[in-house]
């Protein structure tokens, strides 16, 4: 089994982890080689290859002014499916908030000034407000790390659900992937550890069935489910007038999108590739087409996701085997080598492998691009200081009448 591995990491030009592993006692190579045996490596290969992407033109969306005399309607429609039980909520809550440099879970950042208020209690009460509404339960999933999961959970657990049920809450965890430096080896974590990242946020549905949650899903008969995003904290979850105006559409997934604040806002486009609706991550749009305006001024590609989709169930079982792009992100990643130790770098010093939920709305036939307004719905928490911290963050839940 040993010499199978190291042929297969010389194959991959992993000779210094070869080197490193054969310098090891017995005992330890074999903890290294049972851990390589369950990786897959087969990114390493994906490593080099560029997504190709199709034609891409605009796609406009359901706009605010469309949506207000349909308000009602829809609601109505929305607050149908979630009372019979058709709508689930997916919190993907397994990234690394690696820009933001908080050592924990995102959703336990602490966004309060004169009092507590964590992000993951804004998510929850923004759908108490919902359910309390139904008066019925959205069965909540939420997506952790391996690293993060019992972390979370416990804070879940020690803040009493936020007042949440505990009986409609789930966690699961996403499965990892290998990290490289900038020179394309595998990386250490500890000593007897391959450094390995969360999988991006794109495999949340197949570590769904993977952890059993699609038997949760089938037994409670859900339909549609709405996956968002952990790290904006004015996010609508299970929101009634969404979901209403998808299943209006008769289309097979929804995605809210805002206007863009600026060309070079970095949020993924929604636009239409090949004639189909798709998302271009925003350092894969050309930058003509960035700045592309109509005879009328405005940007031609002008609006962006918040990650908040809405999935037709159905439509994802028939995605399920189908292989995702993986993208490669350029991140701060903690390692360790025999030189220097224990190394935590202060600026992005390595990638990670991810698939990314915004392709998969490539994946479903249909895609409403339903406007909502960014003042109300998206205040993203991202950086330390600047755009989409957590003081553009605050100014903008007071705006909304939060309490801080
Ligand atoms: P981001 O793309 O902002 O990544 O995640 P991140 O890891 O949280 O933060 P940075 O880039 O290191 O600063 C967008 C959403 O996707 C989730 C995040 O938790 C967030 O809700 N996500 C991201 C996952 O659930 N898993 C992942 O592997 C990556």
């Not at 130790?341 to 409403?368: H, I, W």
Request: with cysteine.
């Amino acid at each position: 089994m040993k010499q199978r591995v190291y042929e297969m990491l010389m194959m991959l030009n992993q000779a210094p982890l070869v080197r490193y592993i054969s310098g090891l006692p017995p005992k330890e190579q074999d903890h290294l080689i049972k851990q390589l045996e369950s990786l897959d490596l087969s990114v390493l290969e994906a490593n080099e290859q560029e997504t190709k992407r199709g034609k891409i033109d605009p796609l406009q969306p359901v706009t605010l002014a469309e949506i207000e005399p349909k308000r009602s309607e829809y609601r109505k429609l929305g607050l149908k499916a979630i009372r019979e039980g058709k709508v689930g909520a997916v919190l993907l809550a397994g990234g690394q908030g690696s820009r933001l440099g908080f050592d924990k879970p995102k959703g336990m950042f602490n966004i309060g000034e004169e009092r507590e208020l964590y992000i993951f209690e804004c998510l929850i009460n923004n759908l108490l407000e919902v359910t309390r509404e139904a008066d019925a339960p959205v069965p909540l999933f939420v997506m952790t790390s391996v690293q993060n999961q019992i972390e979370t959970q416990n804070f879940f657990r020690d803040h009493h659900f936020f007042g949440y049920s505990e009986e409609n809450t789930w966690f699961f965890a996403q499965e990892e992937l290998p990290t490289i430096d900038q020179n394309g080896k595998l990386m250490l974590s500890d000593p007897l550890k391959i450094s390995t990242a969360p999988n991006g946020n794109g495999g949340w549905y197949a570590s769904m069935e993977r952890s059993g949650m699609l038997k949760v899903i089938r037994d409670s008969q859900i339909e549609w489910l709405n996956v968002f995003a952990v790290d904006n904290v004015l996010q609508r979850i299970a929101d009634p007038c969404f979901i209403g105006a998808v299943i209006a559409s008769g289309m097979d997934s929804g995605s809210k999108v805002v206007k863009k604040a600026n060309p070079e806002e970095k949020v993924g486009m929604m636009c239409l590739e090949d004639g189909s609706p798709s998302i271009v991550e925003y350092y894969e749009l050309p930058e003509e087409l960035q700045n592309l305006r109509n005879p009328d001024g405005t940007l031609t590609f002008n609006y962006g996701v918040i990650l908040n989709y809405l999935f037709r169930v159905e439509c994802l079982n028939r995605t399920l085997r189908v292989k995702l792009p993986l993208h490669k992100a350029f991140k701060r990643i903690k390692y360790f080598n025999k030189k220097q130790g224990y190394v935590n770098p202060d600026d992005p010093n390595a990638y990670k492998f991810e698939t990314l939920a915004l392709d998969m709305v490539r994946l479903q036939k249909s895609c409403l691009a339903y406007e909502v307004d960014r003042n109300k719905e998206f205040a993203p928490v991202k950086n330390k200081s600047g755009a989409d911290s957590a003081d553009t963050a605050r100014t903008m839940l007071k705006a909304n009448g939060v309490k801080l």
